[in-house]
């Protein structure tokens, strides 16, 4: 349906309309108390009066445009209803109209274009759009609401072309679409060709040989875990952002910032979600929520429609189509987006209320080659069960320790799969996430620092359900390992590329951390199964076949390794003062083990069915996700 009213023209500047406010308050939809404290936080904030008071709750979106439409002097337009001319998109760039937000609706019959616009329609505005459509243009307005879906309506073809290919026909090399390359495929046949080959003439000598290396490579996995967390200690007490610089900060230059959210099944959550949002420290009419939904997940809709979102929060279609994943729907998140910043945030999550505003101010610090800064991640429900125990340990060791440690030794850092803030333009130099990877965000973190940008850490926590069953552990885990060798076989493609791009130092971290952990999981059961043969037979008899030497070797390497892991497990206690849980770190042999029962599976469908999303159940926990006794 399509409003007409009387043509007072603003745009001409035939008189000074009245305040907004006054408007407002004359219909009826606000009272003069709400428009009074929506000017003070205008003064605060110096957002748009109107983006404030729909932000609050105030007034509907819709009915906020149809007065500005009657101020503008132009007719309001409903793009859910009204009909569009498609002839009208063939040439217009659709990321051009979320940007600027406006949308060409019809000819008229001389000639001129009806155009959307969600922003006051001044003359260099109207020019400026005409002189793109190549005609002259008549102003109608509308909502940034109605924009965006208008987009994800008539343009849901080139969203999903860009969602799902846009980074493999851009840079190939770079994509997950082919796990493995040509040469990589004759690499691999002609590795295992010779192993067979040698089992079959030396099977004694091939196992001393494969005994030895898997002792040795497993020993120096954990000792480069080990190394950088120990440099990451040394960042223990120090905050890489203080409260006096959050505080420091003023709300009328924080810019607008997108929050995507991608969720898949998950009613059951997804209320829970609302309410965290809504505790961010950040202006809320500078926030653009995008809550990501799949065509087919009506539940998930309906249940977070029934928790009242605010205005804020944009439902956003993914458009159905191959592959079905995460970083795809982030990649039509991303295609929409007009924040200057831009984090993503799973339905669980909790972040610390002034995480962005941290944010913030760790890019307006750093340099241009920063791209994104890695919040850390930690469980409400750590002490659940064991698995929730274990799952806290090395998150904590993991996020408070091994990437301060990265970032300090300047390695490449494999982001977390939430809480990455970015800066949107330079993600998109990036090419957004890869949707054939299945760690999207490890992935996106080493080709930040192969294309020379760099990823930081801040001291803000996000906290996330702990995984308390075990099977979904397994499919959790099993998924996050294939993605570290899908990136490890991705990024190897051109190892002299890499070298000359990263350096020899980096490259050699990223080998260890991104190839070197799921490598190390699976050669953990040989280690294991040669710690219990040796207990069971003699040294001579065991000499027999393995020399004395690599017997040692390999022994030595599965106990130090296995002491190492447990140290920088129970380090994990510390910075959060969580001590009650140390005793648990000795469990984390055990801890590995299901680790390795992910990693066989894990490597069986990176060849078989490389792309398959394992989806991860949340709200399994009986924890209360409200709690406040966090450390």
């Known amino acids: 349906m399509c409003y007409i009213v009387k043509p007072v023209s603003v745009v001409a500047g035939a008189h000074t309309p009245r305040p907004l406010g006054a408007e407002l308050v004359d219909r009826g939809l606000v009272s003069e108390e709400d428009v009074d404290w929506a000017l003070a936080r205008q003064r605060e904030t110096g957002s748009m009066l109107g983006s404030i008071l729909v932000a609050a709750g105030m007034v509907r979106r819709i009915d906020l445009y149809r007065v500005l439409s009657e101020m503008w002097g132009c007719s309001f337009v409903d793009l859910t209803d009204d009909p569009i001319d498609p002839a009208l998109l063939k040439d217009v760039d659709p990321r051009r109209l979320v940007a600027e937000l406006w949308f060409p609706v019809r000819v008229e019959p001389d000639g001129r274009i009806v155009v959307a616009t969600a922003l006051r329609p001044t003359p260099e505005r109207l020019r400026t759009i005409g002189a793109i459509l190549g005609a002259p243009v008549v102003p109608a307005a509308t909502s940034e609401w109605d924009i965006r879906r208008a987009v994800g309506r008539y343009f849901a073809d080139e969203m999903l072309e860009e969602a799902a290919l846009g980074l493999w026909r851009r840079d190939r090399d770079r994509s997950a679409y082919q796990v493995l390359n040509r040469s990589q495929r004759i690499a691999i046949v002609v590795i295992l060709a010779g192993l067979v080959a040698a089992l079959v003439l030396a099977p004694i000598g091939t196992a001393v040989v494969l005994s030895a290396t898997a002792g040795v490579g497993f020993l120096v996995s954990v000792v480069f875990k080990f190394v950088t967390c120990m440099v990451g200690s040394r960042y223990e007490a120090v905050d890489s952002v203080t409260p006096e610089e959050i505080a420091a900060l003023d709300d009328t230059e924080l810019p607008l910032y997108t929050i995507l959210v991608p969720v898949y099944h998950e009613a059951n959550v997804?209320?829970?979600?609302?309410?965290?949002?809504?505790?961010?420290?950040?202006?809320?009419?500078?926030?653009?929520?995008?809550?990501?939904?799949?065509?087919?997940?009506?539940?998930?809709?309906?249940?977070?429609?029934?928790?009242?979102?605010?205005?804020?929060?944009?439902?956003?279609?993914?458009?159905?189509?191959?592959?079905?994943?995460?970083?795809?729907?982030?990649?039509?998140?991303?295609?929409?987006?007009?924040?200057?910043?831009?984090?993503?945030?799973?339905?669980?999550?909790?972040?610390?209320?002034?995480?962005?505003?941290?944010?913030?101010?760790?890019?307006?610090?750093?340099?241009?080659?920063?791209?994104?800064?890695?919040?850390?991640?930690?469980?409400?429900?750590?002490?659940?069960?064991?698995?929730?125990?274990?799952?806290?340990?090395?998150?904590?060791?993991?996020?408070?320790?091994?990437?301060?440690?990265?970032?300090?030794?300047?390695?490449?850092?494999?982001?977390?799969?939430?809480?990455?803030?970015?800066?949107?333009?330079?993600?998109?130099?990036?090419?957004?996430?890869?949707?054939?990877?299945?760690?999207?965000?490890?992935?996106?973190?080493?080709?930040?620092?192969?294309?020379?940008?760099?990823?930081?850490?801040?001291?803000?926590?996000?906290?996330?359900?702990?995984?308390?069953?075990?099977?979904?552990?397994?499919?959790?885990?099993?998924?996050?390992?294939?993605?570290?060798?899908?990136?490890?076989?991705?990024?190897?493609?051109?190892?002299?590329?890499?070298?000359?791009?990263?350096?020899?130092?980096?490259?050699?971290?990223?080998?260890?951390?991104?190839?070197?952990?799921?490598?190390?999981?699976?050669?953990?059961?040989?280690?294991?199964?040669?710690?219990?043969?040796?207990?069971?037979?003699?040294?001579?008899?065991?000499?027999?076949?393995?020399?004395?030497?690599?017997?040692?070797?390999?022994?030595?390497?599965?106990?130090?390794?296995?002491?190492?892991?447990?140290?920088?497990?129970?380090?994990?206690?510390?910075?959060?003062?969580?001590?009650?849980?140390?005793?648990?770190?000795?469990?984390?042999?055990?801890?590995?083990?299901?680790?390795?029962?992910?990693?066989?599976?894990?490597?069986?469908?990176?060849?078989?069915?490389?792309?398959?999303?394992?989806?991860?159940?949340?709200?399994?926990?009986?924890?209360?996700?409200?709690?406040?006794?966090?450390?």
């Open 270 to 631: 997804v209320g829970l979600l609302m309410d965290n949002l809504g505790r961010l420290d950040y202006p809320k009419e500078k926030l653009e929520i995008f809550l990501l939904l799949e065509a087919d997940d009506d539940e998930t809709r309906q249940a977070a429609m029934a928790a009242h979102p605010p205005e804020t929060v944009t439902f956003v279609t993914v458009p159905p189509g191959h592959p079905q994943t995460k970083p795809k729907a982030c990649n039509v998140g991303l295609y929409l987006a007009r924040g200057e910043f831009l984090v993503i945030y799973d339905a669980e999550d909790r972040p610390d209320p002034q995480q962005l505003k941290a944010a913030v101010v760790a890019f307006r610090r750093s340099d241009e080659h920063s791209v994104c800064v890695q919040a850390a991640l930690n469980y409400f429900n750590a002490e659940e069960n064991a698995l929730t125990r274990l799952f806290t340990l090395e998150y904590s060791f993991w996020f408070d320790y091994m990437l301060p440690g990265l970032e300090a030794m300047h390695l490449p850092i494999p982001l977390g799969g939430t809480s990455n803030h970015f800066r949107t333009q330079a993600l998109r130099q990036l090419g957004g996430w890869d949707p054939f990877n299945v760690t999207e965000d490890a992935d996106l973190g080493i080709r930040s620092a192969a294309l020379g940008q760099t990823v930081g850490v801040i001291g803000s926590t996000t906290y996330e359900e702990a995984n308390r069953a075990y099977g979904n552990f397994v499919r959790q885990r099993s998924r996050w390992v294939k993605g570290y060798l899908m990136t490890t076989l991705v990024h190897l493609r051109h190892p002299i590329e890499l070298v000359r791009r990263l350096g020899l130092f980096k490259s050699f971290g990223f080998a260890l951390l991104v190839g070197g952990t799921p490598i190390a999981f699976l050669l953990l059961p040989p280690l294991y199964i040669l710690f219990i043969v040796s207990l069971v037979f003699s040294p001579a008899t065991l000499s027999k076949i393995f020399p004395g030497p690599v017997l040692w070797m390999g022994l030595a390497s599965f106990i130090i390794g296995n002491a190492l892991m447990i140290y920088v497990s129970l380090m994990g206690v510390f910075k959060r003062g969580r001590y009650r849980m140390a005793v648990w770190a000795l469990a984390n042999p055990l801890y590995w083990l299901l680790h390795s029962v992910a990693s066989y599976k894990a490597l069986w469908q990176l060849i078989v069915k490389p792309h398959y999303w394992e989806k991860t159940v949340h709200g399994l926990t009986g924890d209360d996700p409200r709690s406040t006794d966090l450390p």
